[in-house]
């Protein structure tokens, strides 16, 4: 407390005060601006299904969401943004990645301070959405606090729909124990990486279900199992299949009890087969599929979440032994998308980037790579319509339940401003500092280099 003893002090003091107070909140960073209603004028819809964009429109939005789309002049007490004949188009969805596993070395996201990470991760979300990025589908890792602060506005971020920890077997994609901790005891003491929520071992139907019941009972909005060997993880060789049948069953009935649905790590055909044959209704990456594998899939309708991995971007934090299963992967690219395309797999767009902020910049470029193999419009389709229906496969675990990744009446406003034509030049994505000149999540604006707009 002060003291203040001279006369006029206590007003002294007061100004002292407020003007604190303005200079912390002129210095937090990206911090939502609150406004009952927005009207974006004079702007140019990519609606995220259609490959060409419309006429110029006014779009008004209200309590969240995208209340008016018109020809016409709208009126309405509402700020109004002059779009000046830009682009209006929806947030971009990354439909995996790992929010807590993006900044930390491989060493630090399991021995490092559980804080320290945190506060990482909430840096890191911050620079997600100012990417452009207003929704990712969080495939592995503790980030349910994350998420929390993000919907209660502690933090600038993406919504996330969260698996929680992925399930593994020991030795598998996932289990990131050093030989000195076998044998495993069942029941016994947990390993570093299980007690902070990053991976969870299950050797049995019965190990399974509970902890695909424990993500579930913290919020997760979809089940993660590795059913095949992984990348990083130094005990797991790539061509191995993890889980027996019955064991992804027990995660996919625990899932589907809770009315969502179980997505797999799997890079194989038997890998892949076994876990459709379980009831998984997304297979994460793919890469070494091959046509019976691709036929199965598009005959059941699942889904394919995969990444345009074209180089060994960010395997300087990976051992030897991984870098050679990640060049695997990209050999494995060009034919994955090919079949992809070939038998009309739904497919979701992801980036999968972990242990590099450097390659996390490149979220927007990656998004960008698509066109090796889709039409521009197609890649941005597959970044926001595609993905959005993939999210509601949560049913009603969707925390954010509306209508994500288009732009039409009804649908929940995350919205992107793009200062040129995406559809023509999609590397426009690969510098949103520079294009992307209002950024808006739920109504709300992180973002907006435009000058003069109003209140009408």
């Avoid at 990417?131 to 994350?146: A, E, I, Q, Y």
Wanted: net charge neutral; aromatic share 6%; glycine share 10%.
């Amino acid at each position: 407390m002060f003291e203040v003893r001279k006369p006029g002090g206590i007003f002294i003091v007061f100004v002292l005060l407020v003007a604190i107070g303005v200079s912390l909140v002129a210095s937090r960073p990206a911090q939502a601006q609150q406004n009952s209603a927005v009207l974006f004028q004079n702007v140019r819809i990519f609606d995220g299904r259609n490959s060409a964009l419309s006429s110029p429109f006014n779009v008004l939005i209200r309590n969240g969401k995208i209340e008016k789309i018109s020809a016409a002049p709208l009126t309405a007490d509402a700020r109004a943004i002059d779009g000046g004949n830009r682009v209006l188009m929806p947030g971009l969805i990354d439909a995996h990645w790992h929010a807590m596993l993006v900044r930390p070395t491989p060493a630090a996201a399991i021995a490092g301070d559980v804080g320290y990470l945190n506060l990482q991760a909430a840096t890191e979300a911050t620079a997600t959405l100012m990417r452009g990025f207003t929704t990712v589908r969080d495939m592995g890792g503790p980030s349910f606090g994350l998420k929390r602060a993000i919907d209660e506005d502690l933090v600038a971020g993406p919504r996330i729909y969260p698996s929680g920890a992925m399930i593994t077997i020991t030795g598998g994609h996932g289990d990131f124990r050093q030989l000195s901790d076998l044998p495993r005891t069942i029941g016994g003491m947990l390993s570093r990486m299980e007690l902070i929520g990053g991976s969870m071992v299950a050797d049995s139907p019965d190990e399974v279900r509970v902890r695909a019941r424990e993500q579930l009972m913290q919020g997760a909005t979809q089940v993660k199992l590795t059913a095949g060997g992984g990348v990083a993880s130094p005990f797991s060789p790539l061509d191995v299949s993890t889980f027996t049948e019955t064991e992804l069953r027990a995660a996919v009935e625990a899932a589907e009890n809770w009315g969502t649905y179980v997505a797999v790590h799997a890079y194989t055909p038997v890998a892949i087969q076994r876990s459709i044959a379980a009831g998984a209704k997304c297979v994460e990456h793919g890469h070494l599929m091959d046509e019976a594998s691709a036929r199965l899939m598009a005959e059941k309708g699942i889904w394919l979440s995969t990444q345009p991995f074209l180089d060994l971007a960010g395997a300087a934090a990976l051992g030897p032994s991984e870098q050679d299963k990640m060049q695997q992967v990209v050999t494995g690219t060009d034919r994955v998308y090919a079949l992809a395309k070939k038998y009309k797999i739904k497919t979701a767009f992801g980036t999968d980037v972990l242990f590099s902020k450097a390659l996390a910049e490149r979220q927007g470029a990656m998004l960008a790579d698509l066109t090796r193999w889709y039409t521009p419009a197609e890649a941005l389709a597959m970044a926001t319509s595609a993905n959005g229906e993939l999210l509601s496969l949560s049913g009603p675990r969707n925390p954010y339940p509306g209508k994500l990744g288009v732009v039409e009446e009804g649908a929940l406003a995350d919205l992107l401003l793009v200062d040129g034509n995406p559809i023509e030049n999609i590397k426009l994505v690969a510098d949103p500092a520079k294009n992307f000149v209002v950024i808006m999540k739920g109504g709300k604006i992180y973002k907006n280099t435009l000058a003069g707009d109003s209140r009408r």
